[in-house]
C-alpha cells in the first residue's frame, strides 16, 4: 500500500499515557500501603467490628435476633476481607470494566441498614444479658463504619472515579493534556 494512502479516519500516530483514574497493572503484586490509606483503614475496622461482634453474639443465649447477628457479621467479615485482600494484591485492576465502586457502594449500602436491624432486634432481645448488649454496641459501631464507608464509595463512584488503578487514555495526533488535567 503506498505510504501516502492511509485511512483518514485513523492518525498517522498516537500517544498512551497513564493517569490515576483507572487501567490494568502489568501483574499482581501486594501492596501494604493500602492498609494505610482510608478505605484500607475502614476495611480493617469492619473486619474487626465483624469478628467481635460475631463472637459477641455467639455468646448470647440461642435466639432468632442473635442468630441473625451471626449470619450478618459473618457474612460481612467473609466480603470485606476477600474485598480487602483484592485490593491488598491490585487484583482490582485486572478487572477494570466491573464497576467495583458502584458495587462495593451497594454491598455497604446494604450491609449498613443489616447492620441497623441486627443491631436493633440483638438490642432490643437482650436488655437484661450482656453479651446481648455488647453483640448490640458492636454491631451498631459496625453500622456506623459500613456508612461511612458507603458515603465514600458514592461520592468516589459520582466523581467518575475507579476503585483503584491508573487509566489507560488514547490520544490522537494533535491533541493535547495540560498539566494538571489528571
Same mark, same amino acid.
Given at each position: 500500500? $503506498?505510504?501516502? @494512502?492511509? $485511512?483518514?479516519?485513523?492518525?498517522?500516530?498516537?500517544?498512551?499515557?497513564? !493517569?490515576?483514574?483507572?487501567?490494568? &497493572?502489568?501483574?499482581?503484586?501486594?501492596?501494604?500501603?493500602?492498609?494505610?490509606?482510608?478505605?484500607?483503614?475502614?476495611?480493617?475496622?469492619?473486619?474487626?467490628?465483624?469478628?467481635?461482634? /460475631?463472637?459477641?453474639?455467639? *455468646?448470647?443465649?440461642?435466639?432468632?435476633?442473635?442468630?441473625?447477628?451471626?449470619? *450478618?457479621? @459473618?457474612?460481612?467479615?467473609?466480603?470485606?476481607?476477600?474485598?480487602?485482600?483484592?485490593?491488598?494484591?491490585?487484583?482490582? =485492576?485486572?478487572?477494570? @470494566? *466491573?464497576?467495583?465502586?458502584?458495587? =462495593?457502594?451497594?454491598?455497604? &449500602?446494604?450491609?449498613?441498614?443489616?447492620?441497623?436491624?441486627? +443491631?436493633?432486634?440483638?438490642?432490643?432481645?437482650?436488655?437484661? $444479658?450482656? &453479651?446481648? !448488649?455488647?453483640?448490640?454496641?458492636?454491631?451498631?459501631? +459496625?453500622?456506623?463504619?459500613?456508612?461511612? $464507608?458507603?458515603?465514600?464509595?458514592?461520592? +468516589?463512584?459520582?466523581?467518575? =472515579?475507579? +476503585?483503584?488503578?491508573?487509566?489507560?487514555? =488514547? @490520544? !490522537?495526533? !494533535?491533541?493535547? *493534556?495540560?498539566?494538571?488535567? /489528571?
Amino acid at each position: 500500500m $503506498d505510504p501516502g @494512502m492511509q $485511512d483518514p479516519g485513523f492518525p498517522g500516530q498516537h500517544t498512551t499515557t497513564t !493517569g490515576p483514574m483507572g487501567g490494568m &497493572a502489568p501483574n499482581i503484586h501486594f501492596d501494604p500501603t493500602y492498609i494505610k490509606t482510608i478505605p484500607g483503614i475502614l476495611k480493617a475496622v469492619q473486619l474487626l467490628l465483624n469478628l467481635i461482634g /460475631y463472637i459477641c453474639a455467639m *455468646v448470647c443465649p440461642d435466639h432468632s435476633s442473635s442468630n441473625w447477628f451471626s449470619f *450478618v457479621s @459473618m457474612t460481612a467479615f467473609w466480603v470485606t476481607g476477600i474485598l480487602l485482600v483484592l485490593y491488598l494484591m491490585h487484583i482490582l =485492576e485486572r478487572f477494570p @470494566m *466491573v464497576p467495583w465502586l458502584m458495587l =462495593e457502594f451497594g454491598y455497604c &449500602a446494604v450491609f449498613t441498614f443489616f447492620y441497623l436491624t441486627c +443491631a436493633s432486634a440483638t438490642a432490643a432481645s437482650g436488655a437484661d $444479658d450482656p &453479651a446481648f !448488649g455488647a453483640a448490640a454496641f458492636f454491631g451498631f459501631a +459496625a453500622m456506623i463504619a459500613y456508612g461511612v $464507608d458507603t458515603f465514600f464509595k458514592f461520592k +468516589a463512584w459520582r466523581g467518575g =472515579e475507579m +476503585a483503584q488503578g491508573s487509566q489507560q487514555v =488514547e @490520544m !490522537g495526533q !494533535g491533541d493535547m *493534556v495540560s498539566p494538571g488535567a /489528571y
